[in-house]
């Protein structure tokens, strides 16, 4: 299965919105500037693992479990 980083884009996406954030919020406690966020969230963009953690810790979440959505998503 191919990489695709408008899915794991979707899924940042979707658990900044589950978890009530505004992309100033999530991208400030990840380290990274709005901008940036966008640019991954749209896909245009693809995260380095230390950028993805931040991420993941700032959406209080194991990293494996956005790996986990990003593979059941690709699947369908």
Known sequence: M???SKALGLIISSERVRKG????QLSGLAGISRS???ALESGQKSPRV???WRIAEALS?????IFTSLE?????
Request: glycine letters at 0%; charged letters at 30%; hydrophobic letters at 30%.
């Open 36 to 38: 940036h966020l966008a």
């Open 72 to 76: 059941k998503m690709l699947e369908r």
């Open 21 to 24: 954030m505004t992309q100033e």
């Open 61 to 65: 979440l194991k990293p494996s479990k």
């Open 50 to 52: 230390d950028t993805l």
């Open 2 to 4: 191919p990489y695709n």
